[in-house]
């Protein structure tokens, strides 16, 4: 068995992504001391490789925070509690992800989206610090949002699912639209396969004054519009491989301003529209420190 300090506690993170996994080990301050990553294939070979992982620490570990690609059933009363449910991944559709890691660690185990787990760590330690209302979205291979309100994850029967919201095309748009159930709706128009499609070609190969680039800064002006004006949050955060172009946020601003039309008074946009202060660590520290919490209050 791997040992870690005796004076600390030991908690496991799962960043569970359609395309691959992030296994990490961190210590109460939500430090990250040992993580991996392996491709998302079926549910045989990726769990075997979680659970090989996390038998290195189980004689210490405490707890494990999960945050899954979805839909999934976060409703502890539901006989199908930790299932992915209806993913388009067929492997894993109705797959008891909890219950698979359960059998090998009786531990607690917190469970809920990637994305409302990338929110968690950047309400905890990111740039969500200090606010009560922070909302979350991950642009990259799809569109995902995640609320917290208080600590708490804004949700009803179900997750929230705030990349399908529905947009109005840019003007010089003629993208027919990318999802499979909705065609324009801002996973659609603005995830990394539309920009490909739109474009021809991948975001990261686009010229920083490529006219794309107004055009998705349009859509996600959008989507923080609409956010705006449902939630109110404090703070709205953009992560994702999509975000890290340097050149989105002062369009996204500019955008935004048009579509608001001074409606509502919001904090300065460099402070209330942002990318994660955690970058790519966001979801990893959200999964320990939901870790963390699960163990505290359980």
């Not at 992982?53 to 189980?58: E, N």
């Not at 991950?138 to 917290?148: S, W």
């Not at 109110?232 to 955008?255: H, N, R, V």
């Not at 955690?278 to 359980?298: E, F, I, M, P």
Request: charged fraction near 20%; include cysteine.
């Amino acid at each position: 068995m791997k040992k870690l300090r005796s004076d600390n506690m030991v908690y496991g993170s799962i960043e569970a992504g359609g395309t691959k996994f992030v296994c990490a080990i961190g210590d109460s301050d939500l430090n990250i001391t040992k993580r991996v990553s392996f491709p998302t294939t079926t549910p045989e070979e990726t769990m075997k490789l979680v659970v090989d992982f996390f038998k290195d620490y189980q004689v210490e570990l405490e707890s494990i925070g999960i945050g899954s690609f979805g839909p999934i059933d976060i409703h502890r009363d539901s006989p199908t509690y930790g299932y992915i449910t209806s993913t388009p991944k067929l492997a894993w559709q109705n797959f008891d992800f909890v219950g698979t890691l359960k059998k090998e660690f009786n531990i607690p185990m917190a469970w809920t989206t990637d994305v409302n787990a990338a929110c968690y760590g950047e309400y905890i330690a990111g740039e969500g610090q200090g606010y009560s209302s922070v909302v979350y979205y991950t642009v990259g291979t799809g569109v995902g949002g995640g609320a917290l309100q208080d600590g708490v994850f804004v949700e009803g029967f179900s997750h929230p699912e705030m990349g399908h919201m529905l947009v109005r095309n840019h003007p010089e748009d003629s993208f027919e639209g990318n999802c499979p159930f909705h065609k324009t709706c801002l996973e659609g128009m603005a995830a990394g396969p539309a920009m490909e499609k739109r474009s021809g070609q991948k975001g990261q190969d686009l010229a920083a004054d490529d006219p794309n680039w107004d055009i998705e800064a349009y859509y996600l002006a959008q989507c923080a519009y609409n956010t705006t004006l449902m939630l109110s949050p404090d703070k709205i955060i953009f992560g994702g491989g999509i975000m890290k172009q340097k050149q989105l946020m002062p369009k996204i601003y500019k955008a935004f301003d048009e579509l608001m039309q001074g409606y509502v008074k919001t904090p300065k946009l460099e402070d209330y529209i942002v990318t994660p202060e955690l970058g790519d660590n966001a979801g990893t520290v959200g999964c320990l420190a939901l870790a963390r919490d699960s163990k505290l209050h359980s």
